[in-house]
């Protein structure tokens, strides 16, 4: 079974632009999170989608957002770029189902996009 | 949130020795995973160990979910167990938010 796949891997974009990155679960996974990796405040929860609804939200702002589409690959859009937007976003998948019933929630995780803000 | 401590935040060691690394989480949790984050910045499922011990090879892992702490036990390292290993926790709260600790930065020397 395929991995969780991310594209692009590599992103130059220039302050001020917008950005949008790609996410594919694992075949039959529904819910995808997404991440951000600084070396400053280590690795933090940006959103979750599940079947098209966002369920969950981290502390960032509005710049920052998402969406998830029927086939459950997810996208995220970082608008008006800042150069402390550098860094690693992560996308996740996992089986979780609906809230509050959990038997099996492991997370697996994309190789990322590396995002550099010039 | 739910907060997570990692512990050392840095090893070194020599080739052979063993390790323990720990991790402690501040609330009841449904999931507990260990990731190793390869040099290219991919995270590697290691454990998925919401409670109770597993082992894989060289690596192994303890939660013991009552008293909130984790530890994965890396036996005659090798060079090729460099690198970062996170350990993150995701409350019982009904979603798929991990929160990740500060990651332990393990150097495994010949």
């Known amino acids: 079974k395929a991995g969780v796949t991310q594209t692009p891997r590599y992103l130059i974009k220039t302050r001020g632009q917008q950005v949008t990155l790609s996410c594919s679960p694992i075949s039959g996974h529904r819910s995808v999170s997404w991440y951000q990796q600084t070396p400053g405040q280590g690795l933090q929860f940006l959103f979750e989608y599940f079947s098209e609804t966002q369920r969950n939200k981290g502390n960032f702002p509005g710049r920052f957002s998402g969406r998830q589409f029927s086939n459950s690959r997810s996208e995220m859009n970082v608008s008006t770029l800042e150069l402390g937007d550098s860094a690693l976003y992560l996308c996740?998948?996992?089986?979780?189902?609906?809230?509050?019933?959990?038997?099996?929630?492991?997370?697996?995780f994309g190789p990322g996009t590396r995002l550099t803000v010039l | 949130g739910i907060q997570v401590e990692q512990s050392p935040p840095d090893l070194i060691l020599q080739e052979g020795a063993n390790s323990t690394l720990r991790c402690n989480f501040s609330d009841s949790v449904n999931n507990l995973q260990w990731f190793h984050q390869n040099p290219w910045g991919q995270l590697i499922n290691l454990f998925y160990?919401?409670?109770g011990t597993k082992q894989n090879g060289r690596l192994s892992a303890t939660t013991v979910a009552t008293e909130r702490y984790s530890l994965l036990y890396i036996s005659s390292s090798q060079t090729t167990d460099s690198g970062v290993y996170f350990c993150a926790a995701m409350r019982d709260s009904g979603y798929s938010t991990l929160t990740f600790g500060k990651g332990t930065m393990l150097l495994v020397s010949p």
């Open positions: 160990i919401p409670s």
């Open positions: 996740a998948s996992s089986l979780a189902g609906l809230a509050g019933v959990y038997s099996y929630n492991e997370q697996f």
